[in-house]
């Protein structure tokens, strides 16, 4: 009795080699049936009675070499998905690519991209795209290929709208111009529209947070300076947490905005 695969990788490894096989089988069986064809146009009955033969067997072995290819594939996907299995896989996956990837709350982050799991499609989602290619080393090889190229963010529209969000919480909580707020508080300003939390995740926040952070940009188009202080805030409820591109874990807390001196 054939050992059943222990992963995913290793099933879909099977099923490659197996169809593989049976390709060759079939282009084997096709060939000799040229050759049958060719003989009949030319008369050659010799050679034909011969072709014919061989096609036979052939064909014979060629279907063989499908049925196994159709009784290989076994693995049972909905439940690797679902019991959390895949995810596992996917991160040792990318440990061995060396790709710096990193379960939260139920997501992957792998910088600069935030990857969410579907079981019911037996599909990845990045960043909002799904995609069905869910072959462990094929998602790797892709988050590798994401990490080398500059992320597409609009730094300039995110910290007006930081600041913009800012005010509005500070002018809320009765505070003073320049406190540090509650970065969760923006967020929550930031999807107060019907599925906007939903649309606009706090990873995806976060992620931002620390895209903006890597920018430098720390100023708004009227001169407020922005600051992100590590205070008494990382002691406390409400703590964001991203990946780096390096891989190392990035604590969001706080945010303030204050007018410049004259």
Same mark, same amino acid.
């Given at each position: 009795?054939?050992?059943?695969?222990?992963?995913?990788?290793?099933?879909?490894?099977?099923?490659?080699?197996?169809?593989?096989?049976?390709?060759?089988?079939?282009?084997?069986?096709?060939?000799?049936?040229?050759?049958?064809?060719?003989?009949?146009?030319?008369?050659?009955?010799?050679? !034909? %009675? &011969?072709?014919?033969?061989?096609?036979?067997?052939? /064909?014979?072995?060629? =279907?063989? *070499? $499908?049925?196994?290819?159709?009784?290989?594939?076994?693995?049972?996907?909905?439940?690797?998905?679902?019991?959390?299995?895949?995810?596992?896989?996917?991160?040792?996956?990318?440990?061995?690519?060396?790709?710096?990837?990193?379960?939260?709350?139920?997501?992957?982050?792998?910088?600069?991209?935030?990857?969410?799991?579907?079981?019911?499609?037996?599909?990845?989602?990045?960043?909002?795209?799904?995609?069905?290619?869910?072959?462990?080393?094929?998602?790797?090889?892709?988050?590798?290929? !994401? %990490? &080398?190229?500059?992320?597409?963010?609009?730094?300039? /529209?995110?910290?007006? =709208?930081? *600041? $913009?969000?800012?005010?509005?919480?500070?002018?809320?909580?009765?505070?003073?111009?320049?406190?540090?707020?509650?970065?969760?508080?923006?967020?929550?300003?930031?999807?107060?529209?019907?599925?906007?939390?939903?649309?606009?995740?706090?990873?995806?926040?976060?992620?931002?947070?620390?895209?903006?952070?890597?920018?430098?940009?720390?100023?708004?188009?009227?001169?407020?300076?922005?600051?992100?202080?590590?205070?008494?805030?990382?002691?406390?409820?409400?703590?964001?947490?991203?990946?780096?591109?390096?891989?190392?874990?990035?604590?969001?807390?706080?945010?303030?905005?204050?007018?410049?001196?004259?």
């Amino acid at each position: 009795m054939t050992n059943q695969p222990n992963s995913l990788e290793e099933a879909l490894q099977e099923v490659e080699r197996d169809a593989d096989t049976a390709i060759k089988a079939l282009g084997a069986a096709l060939k000799t049936a040229k050759k049958a064809k060719t003989a009949a146009a030319h008369g050659q009955v010799r050679d !034909l %009675q &011969q072709a014919m033969d061989a096609a036979v067997g052939l /064909a014979n072995q060629a =279907s063989e *070499a $499908t049925r196994q290819l159709r009784h290989g594939w076994q693995f049972d996907v909905a439940e690797w998905f679902s019991s959390g299995n895949y995810v596992k896989e996917l991160l040792a996956a990318a440990a061995a690519a060396g790709v710096a990837a990193f379960e939260s709350d139920e997501r992957i982050l792998s910088y600069p991209v935030i990857v969410q799991v579907s079981p019911a499609d037996s599909a990845v989602v990045i960043d909002k795209k799904k995609d069905r290619r869910v072959r462990p080393s094929v998602v790797s090889a892709h988050l590798a290929a !994401l %990490q &080398q190229k500059p992320p597409n963010f609009k730094a300039d /529209a995110f910290i007006e =709208s930081l *600041a $913009t969000a800012y005010d509005l919480v500070v002018a809320s909580k009765g505070m003073r111009a320049g406190s540090v707020a509650r970065l969760v508080d923006l967020h929550k300003v930031l999807t107060l529209l019907p599925g906007a939390g939903r649309d606009y995740t706090i990873q995806e926040f976060t992620r931002d947070l620390y895209l903006l952070d890597q920018k430098g940009i720390v100023a708004t188009k009227s001169g407020r300076h922005m600051s992100l202080p590590a205070s008494s805030l990382t002691r406390t409820s409400g703590v964001l947490t991203t990946v780096t591109k390096g891989g190392q874990t990035k604590v969001y807390a706080g945010i303030s905005f204050t007018e410049r001196p004259k």
